[in-house]
């Protein structure tokens, strides 16, 4: 069946970078986007940005741009989600998940649900 | 960017019982693309439905999913003590935005 298993816990000063990991199976790695979302204490999910697993184009949430970087291996089947400048805010639960639906070729952008969800990264930020 | 307002914040109901989730969008929502997700604590968030109506592959009919434009809603027929958790909505048309949640408590 079809599987996402996420790196382990990271614990990081603020300033500091963290990546995490997204290893798939059970799919064909290049047929999706991976896509990354995050869950802060109390707060709703929010959606980072996206990875065409074939070609490698990304797209990513303005709130994030410029801080998130989203690559993959493909002969590792393996999404990545690197995210810089690190503040206190950014402590969360990060997901990766497969994005199913459209691709709209007109605005360049999937219009994906996400099935399966991997199962989660805590990510801590704390001096 | 589309803000959806799920209502109510928690639904103290019991076993048997029927459940109703609405979310709002603050515009229409394109195509009804509209996703619903289960979460327990601890987990992961689990797809329920698609396209604002159309079931997840394994999920029990009875879930079920409606609403066009700005108005959805999900209904659990017969609440089911696996079923006690919260229930988040999905945008997909623009930008992928999230519900704040509906927790759905043993009454």
């Known amino acids: 069946q079809v599987q996402l298993v996420q790196s382990g816990a990271e614990v990081k000063e603020p300033g500091a970078s963290v990546k995490v990991s997204c290893k798939a199976s059970g799919h064909t790695f290049t047929n999706y986007a991976i896509h990354w979302v995050r869950q802060a204490p109390g707060q709703r999910l929010e959606w980072m940005g996206w990875?065409?697993?074939?070609?490698?184009?990304?797209k990513y949430s303005q709130k994030f741009q410029g801080r998130v970087t989203i690559t993959r291996d493909t002969s590792a089947t393996t999404a990545y989600m690197d995210l810089s400048s690190l503040r206190s805010e950014d402590t969360a639960v990060y997901y990766c998940?497969?994005?199913?639906?459209?691709?709209?070729?007109?605005?360049?952008?999937?219009?994906?649900?996400?099935?399966?969800w991997g199962q989660g990264t805590l990510v801590t930020v704390s001096s | 960017e589309i803000v959806l307002t799920q209502s109510p914040g928690a639904l103290s109901l019991s076993p048997g019982e029927r459940a109703t989730l609405s979310c709002r969008a603050s515009?229409?929502?394109?195509?009804?693309?509209l996703a619903w997700y289960q979460q327990k604590p601890g987990q992961a968030p689990r797809l329920l439905i698609y396209?604002?109506?159309s079931r997840a592959t394994g999920i029990p009919d009875r879930f079920s999913g409606s609403g066009s434009g700005t108005d959805f809603t999900l209904t659990i027929s017969r609440l089911e003590p696996e079923d006690f958790a919260v229930y988040y909505c999905q945008q997909y048309g623009s930008s992928p935005t999230f519900g704040q949640g509906t927790k759905v408590e043993i009454k």
């Open positions: 998940a497969r994005g199913r639906g459209d691709y709209d070729y007109v605005w360049g952008t999937y219009r994906n649900w996400f099935d399966p």
């Open positions: 396209g604002a109506s």
């Open positions: 990875i065409n697993g074939g070609n490698g184009n990304t």
């Open positions: 515009q229409s929502v394109i195509s009804s693309y």
